[in-house]
Protein backbone atom coordinates (compact mmCIF):
# COMPACT_ATOMS: atom_id res chain seq x y z
CA UNK A 1 0.00 0.00 0.00
CA UNK A 2 2.91 2.21 0.76
CA UNK A 3 4.11 1.95 -2.82
CA UNK A 4 0.55 3.14 -3.87
CA UNK A 5 0.07 5.95 -2.35
CA UNK A 6 3.80 7.10 -2.88
CA UNK A 7 3.41 6.48 -6.98
CA UNK A 8 -0.01 8.74 -6.25
CA UNK A 9 1.88 11.51 -4.73
CA UNK A 10 4.44 11.05 -7.31
CA UNK A 11 1.70 11.61 -10.13
CA UNK A 12 0.12 14.57 -8.47
CA UNK A 13 3.37 16.18 -8.08
CA UNK A 14 3.83 15.43 -11.85
CA UNK A 15 0.78 17.45 -12.45
CA UNK A 16 1.59 20.28 -9.98
CA UNK A 17 4.73 21.15 -11.45
CA UNK A 18 3.12 21.10 -15.46
CA UNK A 19 3.74 24.67 -17.18
CA UNK A 20 1.17 26.86 -16.07
CA UNK A 21 -1.02 28.79 -17.76
CA UNK A 22 -0.93 31.94 -16.71
CA UNK A 23 2.12 33.08 -15.02
CA UNK A 24 0.42 36.37 -13.99
CA UNK A 25 -2.21 34.45 -11.66
CA UNK A 26 -0.06 32.13 -10.51
CA UNK A 27 2.89 35.14 -9.08
CA UNK A 28 -0.33 36.28 -7.24
CA UNK A 29 -1.06 33.41 -5.69
CA UNK A 30 3.20 32.97 -4.31
CA UNK A 31 3.27 36.09 -3.09
CA UNK A 32 0.10 35.77 -0.99
CA UNK A 33 1.28 32.03 -0.13
CA UNK A 34 4.67 33.81 1.03
CA UNK A 35 2.48 36.12 3.48
CA UNK A 36 0.42 33.20 4.54
CA UNK A 37 3.10 30.59 5.57
CA UNK A 38 6.17 33.34 6.21
CA UNK A 39 4.84 36.41 7.51
CA UNK A 40 1.82 34.28 9.15
CA UNK A 41 4.32 32.80 11.54
CA UNK A 42 7.46 34.37 12.21
CA UNK A 43 5.79 35.68 15.85
CA UNK A 44 5.62 31.51 16.50
CA UNK A 45 9.00 30.77 15.45
CA UNK A 46 10.58 33.97 17.80
CA UNK A 47 8.77 33.08 20.48
CA UNK A 48 9.59 28.69 20.41
CA UNK A 49 12.86 29.30 19.15
CA UNK A 50 14.12 32.08 21.78
CA UNK A 51 13.04 30.12 24.63
CA UNK A 52 14.65 26.51 23.35
CA UNK A 53 17.97 28.38 22.97
CA UNK A 54 17.69 29.78 26.56
CA UNK A 55 16.93 26.49 28.13
CA UNK A 56 19.35 24.72 26.08
CA UNK A 57 22.19 27.50 27.47
CA UNK A 58 20.72 26.37 31.16
CA UNK A 59 21.23 22.62 30.53
CA UNK A 60 24.51 22.87 28.36
CA UNK A 61 26.12 24.80 31.72
CA UNK A 62 24.83 22.38 34.22
CA UNK A 63 26.28 19.01 32.43
CA UNK A 64 29.66 21.16 31.94
CA UNK A 65 30.72 21.59 35.33
CA UNK A 66 34.39 20.88 35.23
CA UNK A 67 36.85 23.43 36.15
CA UNK A 68 38.89 22.06 33.01
CA UNK A 69 36.51 23.13 30.59
CA UNK A 70 35.78 27.06 30.04
CA UNK A 71 32.69 28.32 29.76
CA UNK A 72 33.02 29.82 26.37
CA UNK A 73 32.42 26.14 24.92
CA UNK A 74 28.90 26.43 26.14
CA UNK A 75 28.62 29.08 23.60
CA UNK A 76 29.38 27.34 20.88
CA UNK A 77 27.84 23.69 21.83
CA UNK A 78 24.41 26.05 21.47
CA UNK A 79 25.46 27.31 18.32
CA UNK A 80 26.32 24.40 16.49
CA UNK A 81 23.11 22.71 17.90
CA UNK A 82 21.01 25.13 16.62
CA UNK A 83 22.33 25.81 13.37
CA UNK A 84 22.61 21.82 12.58
CA UNK A 85 19.42 20.35 14.36
CA UNK A 86 17.28 22.20 16.73
CA UNK A 87 16.81 25.64 14.14
CA UNK A 88 15.57 23.48 10.60
CA UNK A 89 14.58 20.17 12.55
CA UNK A 90 12.13 21.86 15.76
CA UNK A 91 10.97 24.85 13.30
CA UNK A 92 9.87 22.56 10.24
CA UNK A 93 7.77 20.29 12.98
CA UNK A 94 5.82 23.38 14.40
CA UNK A 95 5.19 24.56 11.03
CA UNK A 96 3.64 21.00 9.66
CA UNK A 97 1.48 21.59 12.95
CA UNK A 98 0.59 24.68 11.68
CA UNK A 99 1.05 25.32 8.22
CA UNK A 100 0.75 21.82 6.95
CA UNK A 101 -3.05 21.74 8.93
CA UNK A 102 -4.25 24.77 7.27
CA UNK A 103 -3.36 23.13 3.98
CA UNK A 104 -4.75 20.23 4.09
CA UNK A 105 -7.79 21.32 5.36
CA UNK A 106 -8.50 24.25 2.86
CA UNK A 107 -7.12 22.04 -0.08
CA UNK A 108 -9.77 18.97 1.57
CA UNK A 109 -12.43 21.33 1.71
CA UNK A 110 -12.14 22.72 -1.43
CA UNK A 111 -12.23 18.51 -2.46
CA UNK A 112 -15.67 17.72 -0.76
CA UNK A 113 -17.60 21.13 -1.83
CA UNK A 114 -16.55 19.94 -5.26
CA UNK A 115 -14.71 23.21 -6.47
CA UNK A 116 -11.75 21.18 -7.40
CA UNK A 117 -13.58 19.76 -9.72
CA UNK A 118 -15.55 22.41 -10.76
CA UNK A 119 -11.80 24.13 -11.53
CA UNK A 120 -11.10 21.06 -13.52
CA UNK A 121 -14.49 20.59 -15.64
CA UNK A 122 -13.21 24.34 -16.62
CA UNK A 123 -9.66 23.17 -18.00
CA UNK A 124 -7.84 24.66 -15.27
CA UNK A 125 -4.70 22.57 -13.98
CA UNK A 126 -6.51 22.66 -10.64
CA UNK A 127 -3.41 20.75 -8.71
CA UNK A 128 -0.84 23.15 -10.56
CA UNK A 129 -3.23 26.27 -9.30
CA UNK A 130 -4.00 25.42 -5.90
CA UNK A 131 -0.61 23.59 -4.57
CA UNK A 132 2.05 25.07 -6.65
CA UNK A 133 2.21 28.55 -5.38
CA UNK A 134 2.56 26.98 -1.92
CA UNK A 135 5.30 24.59 -2.94
CA UNK A 136 7.09 27.77 -4.59
CA UNK A 137 6.09 29.84 -1.04
CA UNK A 138 7.03 26.52 0.98
CA UNK A 139 10.72 26.25 -0.25
CA UNK A 140 11.27 30.00 -0.21
CA UNK A 141 10.27 31.12 3.22
CA UNK A 142 10.92 27.90 5.30
CA UNK A 143 14.89 28.87 4.88
CA UNK A 144 14.19 32.58 5.84
CA UNK A 145 12.22 31.17 9.21
CA UNK A 146 14.85 28.98 9.83
CA UNK A 147 17.70 31.52 9.31
CA UNK A 148 15.22 33.62 11.92
CA UNK A 149 14.81 30.59 14.29
CA UNK A 150 18.65 30.48 14.44
CA UNK A 151 19.50 33.84 15.23
CA UNK A 152 16.65 34.09 17.67
CA UNK A 153 17.89 30.89 19.34
CA UNK A 154 21.23 32.16 19.77
CA UNK A 155 19.67 35.68 21.61
CA UNK A 156 17.91 33.54 23.58
CA UNK A 157 20.74 31.32 24.73
CA UNK A 158 22.61 34.54 25.46
CA UNK A 159 19.44 35.71 27.69
CA UNK A 160 19.27 32.43 29.70
CA UNK A 161 22.40 32.09 30.15
CA UNK A 162 23.08 36.01 31.43
CA UNK A 163 19.93 35.66 33.38
CA UNK A 164 20.51 32.75 35.21
CA UNK A 165 24.12 33.36 35.68
CA UNK A 166 25.20 30.04 34.24
CA UNK A 167 27.46 32.00 31.76
CA UNK A 168 28.75 35.45 31.60
CA UNK A 169 28.04 37.28 28.03
CA UNK A 170 31.17 37.82 26.91
CA UNK A 171 32.28 34.04 27.41
CA UNK A 172 28.85 33.64 25.42
CA UNK A 173 29.71 35.69 22.57
CA UNK A 174 33.16 34.10 22.78
CA UNK A 175 31.96 30.69 22.28
CA UNK A 176 29.64 31.65 19.45
CA UNK A 177 32.45 33.56 17.24
CA UNK A 178 35.43 30.45 18.09
CA UNK A 179 35.95 27.79 15.81
CA UNK A 180 32.68 29.00 13.29
CA UNK A 181 32.01 26.42 10.15
CA UNK A 182 30.51 28.01 8.01
CA UNK A 183 29.65 24.24 6.12
CA UNK A 184 26.89 24.24 8.82
CA UNK A 185 24.95 27.02 8.01
CA UNK A 186 24.81 25.09 4.23
CA UNK A 187 23.18 22.11 6.01
CA UNK A 188 20.82 23.59 8.04
CA UNK A 189 19.79 25.72 4.49
CA UNK A 190 19.44 22.22 2.78
CA UNK A 191 17.35 20.60 5.26
CA UNK A 192 15.50 23.74 5.25
CA UNK A 193 14.60 23.72 1.36
CA UNK A 194 13.73 19.86 1.81
CA UNK A 195 11.66 20.30 5.04
CA UNK A 196 9.55 23.55 2.98
CA UNK A 197 8.99 20.96 0.27
CA UNK A 198 7.80 18.48 2.73
CA UNK A 199 5.52 20.87 4.89
CA UNK A 200 4.08 21.95 1.71
CA UNK A 201 3.21 19.18 -0.54
CA UNK A 202 2.74 16.05 1.75
CA UNK A 203 -0.50 17.92 3.12
CA UNK A 204 -1.50 19.32 -0.45
CA UNK A 205 -1.49 15.52 -1.09
CA UNK A 206 -3.54 14.37 1.92
CA UNK A 207 -5.86 17.03 0.90
CA UNK A 208 -6.16 16.97 -2.82
CA UNK A 209 -7.11 12.89 -2.55
CA UNK A 210 -9.98 13.20 0.49
CA UNK A 211 -13.41 11.53 0.51
CA UNK A 212 -16.12 12.22 2.18
CA UNK A 213 -16.81 14.97 3.95
CA UNK A 214 -16.21 17.21 7.26
CA UNK A 215 -15.11 14.39 9.37
CA UNK A 216 -12.82 12.98 6.69
CA UNK A 217 -11.11 16.30 6.16
CA UNK A 218 -10.44 16.26 9.75
CA UNK A 219 -8.68 13.04 9.45
CA UNK A 220 -6.84 13.98 6.43
CA UNK A 221 -5.44 16.78 8.09
CA UNK A 222 -4.27 14.73 11.13
CA UNK A 223 -3.21 11.95 9.04
CA UNK A 224 -1.19 15.03 6.77
CA UNK A 225 0.83 16.22 9.81
CA UNK A 226 2.16 12.86 10.78
CA UNK A 227 2.96 11.72 7.95
CA UNK A 228 4.69 15.07 7.34
CA UNK A 229 6.05 15.00 10.55
CA UNK A 230 7.85 11.74 9.88
CA UNK A 231 8.97 12.24 6.55
CA UNK A 232 10.87 15.37 8.21
CA UNK A 233 12.49 13.11 10.53
CA UNK A 234 13.43 10.74 7.99
CA UNK A 235 14.96 13.50 5.48
CA UNK A 236 16.88 14.76 8.65
CA UNK A 237 18.64 11.80 9.31
CA UNK A 238 19.56 10.96 5.65
CA UNK A 239 20.54 14.75 4.76
CA UNK A 240 22.76 14.49 8.34
CA UNK A 241 24.07 11.06 7.01
CA UNK A 242 25.10 12.79 3.60
CA UNK A 243 26.52 15.89 4.32
CA UNK A 244 28.09 15.42 7.55
Known amino acids: MIFYYFGEYLLLLKKV ?11 REIIHEMTEIGVGSVGLIVIISTFIGAVMT ?18 QINRDSNILELGPTISALVLMGKVGSSISSQIGSMRVTEQIDALEIMGINAAGYLILPKILAGVIMVPVLV ?4 GCALVGGLLGGVLSGAVSADDYIEGIQGGFNGFTVAVAMVKAFVFGFIITSVPAYKGFFVRGGALEVGQAGTRAVVIGCISILACDYIITALML
Open 17 to 27: FRKPEKWKIYI
Open 58 to 75: MQIAFQLVSDLIPSSVIG
Open 147 to 150: TVAI
